[in-house]
């Protein structure tokens, strides 16, 4: 089936900078939190892992450290990340990892022949921002069918992302914080950014946890492990969200591990 064109939005160089200090901060963390998953892998000949949204490939890096240093009894790795922005990491690449400057919207074009064993997503599924809510939704779609489409039958599909539940609605946090962050006036800009919206002017879109699983079962993915995130406690900072957000429940970097159904 043909798919729509998407034209997701690209991140800009304040979110750029933001996310590469981040990257490099947790990326071991991250990987931590994987440890069970790589251990599956560890004696698997010929792997190949994609990290979507990968970023400066901190993540990537750590994956290779790993699988070089003892975490891998089998021969042959391959490593792919695909981001839409070039980072200056990738100026002084090895060539161990393969990256990509593309935007997830052409991965089945990106790989025609290729299935892979680990596809990580993290804190990058909120970043498929299209022109209105419904369209991104919709992109969020395409890409996680495109994503299952890589996936081999015995795979894992990785995510860390976060819930944004909605008080009323379940989808009203996603649908306010997508509207306030993809306005563009520039005093409304910098005043999001200053409450930590990083991606003001720009978009995000938070799912809630009955979103991410209603996603996945569309698609045919079974939840193999949720490792639920840090969950933000009531403060004075919640309560302002909730209110002007419609914004019930918060949960950070809450990892899931996807099958196939098949
Ligand atoms: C918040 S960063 C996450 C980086 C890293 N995965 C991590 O966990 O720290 C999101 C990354 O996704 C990338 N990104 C956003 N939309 C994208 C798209 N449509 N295609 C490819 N990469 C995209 C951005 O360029 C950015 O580097």
């Not at 891998?72 to 990738?90: K, L, Q, R, S």
């Not at 299935?115 to 395409?142: E, L, M, P, S």
Request: with cysteine; net charge positive.
């Amino acid at each position: 089936m043909k798919q729509d064109a998407l034209s997701i939005k690209q991140i800009n160089n304040f979110q750029k900078q933001q996310y590469e200090d981040y990257e490099r901060n947790s990326a071991n963390s991250l990987l931590k939190k994987y440890t069970s998953i790589l251990e599956k892998f560890k004696n698997k000949n010929n792997l190949k892992i994609l990290d979507v949204g990968g970023a400066s490939g901190y993540f990537a890096q750590a994956l290779l450290d790993y699988f070089d240093n003892g975490g891998g009894g089998g021969w042959g790795i391959n490593i792919f990340v695909v981001d839409y922005v070039m980072y200056d990491t990738w100026k002084t690449n090895n060539g161990k990892i393969t990256f990509i400057e593309s935007s997830v919207e052409k991965l089945r074009e990106l790989f025609t022949h290729e299935t892979f064993d680990i596809i990580f997503a993290n804190r990058v599924f909120h970043h498929f921002v299209g022109k209105t809510w419904k369209d991104t939704i919709k992109g969020i779609y395409q890409i996680t069918g495109s994503i299952t489409g890589l996936l081999k039958n015995d795979g894992c599909f990785c995510i860390t992302d976060y819930f944004y539940d909605g008080y009323f609605f379940d989808t009203s946090a996603s649908r306010i914080i997508y509207a306030f962050t993809s306005c563009k006036i520039p005093i409304l800009v910098s005043i999001f950014r200053k409450i930590e919206a990083k991606s003001a002017g720009v978009g995000v879109c938070f799912l809630s946890k009955k979103m991410w699983l209603r996603l996945f079962e569309s698609h045919g993915l079974i939840v193999d492990n949720l490792y639920e995130g840090y969950k933000c406690k009531k403060s004075l900072r919640m309560i302002i969200y909730g209110i002007f957000l419609l914004l019930k429940n918060l949960q950070e970097d809450n990892v899931m591990i996807l099958k196939k159904s098949v």
